[in-house]
């Protein structure tokens, strides 16, 4: 994929969370593993790509005005030799997502598998079945689509599903950006004409082929960030001067959660020695273990 000066930044921000997303055009990178970052596996059994734009959204209990009550579903991260993360999670605002997390860890599935992706100011990855970014399917089988929210952001410490061609499996990310963000910088118009530009792209291509749903994938990526920066619910500037994050991922990619306990963790694993894996710097030089994932109500 050439990337176009008009929105350089935010097609790179992308491209760090997608499969195939490089100097290379999406047909000879479906094939790249080394480029993978969610599940190379991805299933093209449901042709649909993430949800459309007007399909956003914009009610249930997320990250934006976060609030820790009884009852609320934890997940529980246990990292060997750094501590302790504690998230809530969203079922109102991503049903399928906390579904599948939830299963998975439950079987057990987390469970010695490895942060394999690390990088400081953006975010960490981990829950792939092979520890490098490939293999694995969701609990049921197969894969889902992406469930975007206005509610849910992509704050410091958000839990969010990675995934290949907006499709979703096992593997989660964590935002680790402290850095302010202002998303009022980011032009819509320009954001709905790069999506337009991948148009002839995604046409050029059988409707259900990989290359289709990826470029079909951006195009709707692109328009749901446009919308959401323009239509942003009160309080989400702000938030992001504050406290935050990755706005440039929003609208392509589930916020399931967000972490409220073991953010000094999340800091010392964003802090770790990295190497090459690929292009990228990013492949912790030791390896990062997720001892265990569990499921438990917050009593309050």
């Known amino acids: 994929m050439k990337i176009r000066n008009t929105l350089a930044a935010v097609i790179a921000a992308c491209c760090l969370l997608t499969v195939g997303c490089s100097s290379k055009e999406a047909d000879e990178s479906s094939n790249n593993s080394s480029s ?5 596996n991805s299933s ?19 990250n934006l005005n976060f609030e820790l009550k009884a009852g609320d579903t934890i997940a ?28 998975l860890a439950e079987q057990g599935y987390y469970n010695g598998k490895t942060i394999h992706r690390v990088m400081a100011d953006f975010m960490l990855q981990g829950g ?3 520890g490098d970014g490939t293999g694995g399917e969701a609990a049921d089988g197969g894969d889902f689509g992406v ?8 704050f410091y410490g958000a839990l969010c599903y990675a995934n290949a061609a907006g499709r979703n499996t096992t593997q989660f990310y964590i935002v680790n950006n402290k850095k302010p963000q202002d ?19 995604r046409d050029a291509y059988a409707e259900g082929s990989f290359e289709y749903q990826y470029y079909d994938n951006m195009v709707t990526y692109y328009s749901n960030l446009a919308e959401m920066i323009e239509n942003a619910l009160d309080g989400t500037e702000d938030k992001y001067k504050a406290e935050g994050g990755t706005p440039t991922l929003d609208g392509g990619y589930t916020v399931f959660g967000q972490v409220y306990e073991g953010l000094d963790v999340i800091d010392a694993i964003s802090a770790c020695e990295v190497e090459a894996r690929g292009n990228e710097l990013s492949k912790p030089v030791d390896t990062i273990t997720i001892t265990s994932v569990t ?3 917050y009593a309050g």
């Open 76 to 103: 529980e991260f246990n990292i060997e030799g750094y501590g302790t993360i504690k998230a809530k999670l969203f079922p109102e605002i991503a049903p399928k997502g906390v579904d599948n997390f939830i299963k």
């Open 36 to 40: 993978a970052v969610a599940d190379e």
């Open 183 to 201: 998303f009022t910088q980011l032009p819509p118009a320009n954001i709905r004409a790069s999506a337009d530009s991948y148009k002839p792209y």
């Open 295 to 297: 499921i438990s109500e």
């Open 147 to 154: 469930e975007p929210n206005y509610n849910a952001r992509h």
């Open 128 to 130: 792939s079945l092979n």
């Open 44 to 62: 093209a059994e449901d042709n649909s790509s993430i949800v459309d734009s007007s399909e956003i959204g914009k009610s249930g209990d997320g």
